[in-house]
């Protein structure tokens, strides 16, 4: 892990729109919720690390 903050892109769920969504990369990989910044409708996150430094992020429809 070398920087503090790291971009992810990802498909919003429900625009279909590609988003960026910053995560704090000194963050244990877990779950969190945020608003799509083009649609506004709340996304389930759901980050894991991808064993070389980046992350692995899901992105689910929350209600
Ligand atoms: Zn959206």
Do not use: Y
Not at 47 to 60: I, L, M
Request: proline share 6%.
């Amino acid at each position: 892990m070398s920087s503090k903050f790291a971009t992810v892109s990802l498909q919003c769920p429900w625009c279909l729109e590609a988003v960026e969504i910053f995560i704090d990369a000194d963050a244990e990989a877990g779950q969190w919720m945020e608003d799509c910044p083009v649609c506004c409708h709340p996304m389930n996150l759901e980050a894991q690390p991808d064993g070389s430094g980046g992350w692995q992020v899901t992105a689910e429809r929350a209600h």
